[in-house]
């Protein structure tokens, strides 16, 4: 496990404007783990900026402990049969608190639930660059022969693809293939590390199965540009459908409705140029749900 802290619609409940400080009295009760504010801190500090204020520190603890959560789940899916199981603490809490879990006291999904549930798809691709000749692996938990497409594209930052390796791949039943990216790994060294990232993805006859995306160099690295969101909101009878898209990179991209609970059907995500997202918000009164409600914060504004 990895603590992170409540998003700050859930610290307002039990902590006031001039408790707002992981030191106050109050943050402190509520942090039951003798070195887990300075753990917390010197893992952030390692790959994130310094936050700009409190609610940026709440936020970036939620993207740190899913990130960190999300490379252990990676280890162990790749080194399928070696490990064929995982376990991650924790599900949820008991009271408001800083603590290990994925759902907050109030039922807020925080980014590690969204990042888990990904991890954990029956169909995973990983990358491995960190050294030595980078590496993917391919892995299957279906007990069914299943036919897919893996893509790794190196691109910009801002979207312009660079260098694109396509495999198709017959999968047997809880297979795994390794697989090795020479060639993507020399292209990526014509061009400076902060300013690309590699993104890879499963493709099947249904669509994406899964995709994510791996930055070469630490966030707090990363040639990130102050990106213009632009949403649509419609409501339906019992949900929400937003669709946002962005001309620059939203780096781990956070939605929410100040004063509502309910949860999107994505969130923490990044949002890259050109490529519009469909998220639904279910849980709340799509009455409530208007354009001009909506928030969000994302890496560059922290």
């Not at 064929?84 to 599900?91: K, S």
């Not at 690309?196 to 707090?220: D, F, K, M, Q, S």
Request: charged share 25%; net charge negative.
């Amino acid at each position: 496990g990895f603590q992170s802290f409540p998003v700050m619609e859930s610290v307002q409940k039990y902590a006031t404007r001039e408790d707002w400080s992981i030191d106050s009295p109050v943050m402190q009760l509520h942090q039951k783990h003798p070195r887990g504010n300075g753990i917390i801190k010197a893992y952030l500090e390692a790959d994130y900026r310094s936050p700009k204020d409190f609610s940026s520190f709440l936020y970036l603890s939620q993207v740190l402990q899913a990130e960190g959560i999300r490379l252990a789940i990676e280890a162990h899916r790749g080194a399928k049969p070696f490990c064929m199981c995982t376990l991650y603490w924790q599900l949820n809490d008991c009271w408001p608190v800083a603590s290990w879990s994925g759902i907050d006291y109030y039922g807020r999904w925080k980014a590690l639930h969204y990042a888990v549930r990904d991890a954990y798809r029956d169909l995973f691709l990983v990358v491995r660059t960190e050294k030595g000749p980078w590496q993917s692996f391919l892995v299957s938990d279906l007990p069914h022969r299943y036919p897919v497409t893996c893509v790794w594209e190196l691109t910009r930052l801002n979207g312009d693809i660079l260098y694109t390796h396509t495999l198709r791949v017959d999968l047997a039943p809880q297979e795994k293939q390794e697989f090795l990216l020479s060639e993507l790994q020399a292209e990526a060294r014509k061009y400076p590390a902060a300013g690309v990232c590699l993104r890879y993805r499963i493709e099947t006859g249904e669509g994406v199965a899964y995709r994510h995306a791996t930055y070469l160099v630490p966030v707090r690295e990363l040639e990130l540009e102050e990106p213009d969101l632009q949403w649509n909101v419609h409501s339906g009878t019992d949900s929400v459908d937003i669709s946002v898209s962005s001309n620059k990179l939203v780096k781990n991209l956070y939605l929410w409705l100040p004063e509502e609970e309910g949860h999107f059907s994505d969130n923490f995500f990044d949002l890259f140029p050109g490529e519009p997202r469909r998220i639904t918000l279910r849980g709340v009164d799509p009455k409530r749900c208007s354009p001009e409600r909506l928030r969000w914060t994302s890496i560059y504004q922290t």
